[in-house]
């Protein structure tokens, strides 16, 4: 599979390089999260209580910031149509590209999440459970995020329209996470909303590739 | 066996663009489509590459159909149009690199110097001029074999010396029993060019049609 470590390779790169957005999604959840003590107030006891849903709630919104660009560079520098005329399947190309996303985007949250865990008081079980959560959560967000990236290419400003259209698509992996992390907090079993959100990100993995793949070739008409 | 194309049409936007197109392009051929802004060069090259639907007719490379094998059709050609698939944060080397890598690896240092790129190499993509783009995108024609090669005014931004590099190298992809379908408006000094002239339909169509609406007023 040399070609699809070729398409990996350069979603890195470019990714990193100066105008890819990589750290851009991270800044952008270290400074929501950071902003939300001044709004709710700095006593700890009403922080542990939103701690889980500001933490997942920043992320979902961090993860879409990087997304509407995802294939529309691609499809205004001309690649998308040399890539959808390489030998490697458009659908292998959504799945590298989300995966890809997931690495630069979604796996800096997850190892950021614990430093602002503590800013925001988060109750001490609850520390693995919301890194394993958004684990668990972020590439189905980052897959999803694909299908809506592929539907809006030819579309101006369609970066808010992706977000009107993928936030609702959010609201399950966004309850499973959440309840996972706050179950452990209150003491209770996380496992069984893990499980459920672990099958949830399973499902979306295995789909978005094709739904995203459609959509492309729709756009490329 | 070349390229065989018979009744094509197409449509975009629910308007016709091309109708009732036949061509064909032997071993070793090329054809030059010439014709006015508009006349449908490019979106008969985008048809050719499997990029836009063709509404009727078929299109046959080696006696492969379009519509029946897809995948084994667009093995065979190399597509390259307006836009030259560069990203500007990569090197000119790195950009190669990395078509040559998805289409299997061939040989970028060869590549390079086919356009006098090798100078360049390093060079990040953004700070390279308009033609220097140029002939990184033609140079990507370079690094996988390809029997058909479909170019969109492939001489824009070029200057004289990087044109007779391009005709030397479609010169020996042609020797070597290759095809290529060229959208031009210059005079490439290629051995006995086939010429298909495309006039825009939309004034051809106007005049058959009888009903005021359809006959493209609201146009």
Known sequence: M?????????ELRLALRSGGGAGLGLAFFLITVLLVPFGVGPEPEKLATVAVGTLWI????????SLDRLFQADQEDGTLDILALSPLPLETLVALKAAAHWLTTGLPLVAAAPLLGITLNLPAPAFPWLVASLAVGTPGLSFLGAIGAALTIGIRRGGLLLSLLVLPLYIPSLIFGASAATAAAEG???????????????????LAPFVGAAAIRLNLR | MGLLVEGLSCNRAGRPVLEGIALEVPDGGCLALRGPNGA????????????????????????IRLDRDRDGYGERLAYAGHLDAIKPQLAVAENLAFWAALHGGGDIAAALEAFDLAA???????????????RLGLARLLVAPRRLWLLDEPTVSLDADAVARLLAVLRGHLAGGGMAVIATHADLGLPEPRVLRLAPLAARSAARQTEPFLAGDWA
């Open chain 1, 188 to 206: 209770r079993d996380p496992g069984p909303a893990i499980l459920l959100l672990a099958g949830l990100t399973l499902g979306i993995v295995a």
């Open chain 1, 2 to 10: 040399s070609a699809g470590a070729a398409v990996l390779g350069r």
């Open chain 2, 40 to 63: 449908g060069k490019s979106t008969l090259l985008r048809v050719l590459a499997g990029l836009l639907p063709a509404a009727s007719g078929t299109i046959a490379l080696d006696g």
């Open chain 2, 120 to 134: 360049i190499a390093e060079r990040p993509a953004h700070v390279c001029s308009a033609g220097q783009k140029r």
């Open chain 1, 58 to 65: 920043a992320a979902l919104l961090a993860c879409l910031l």
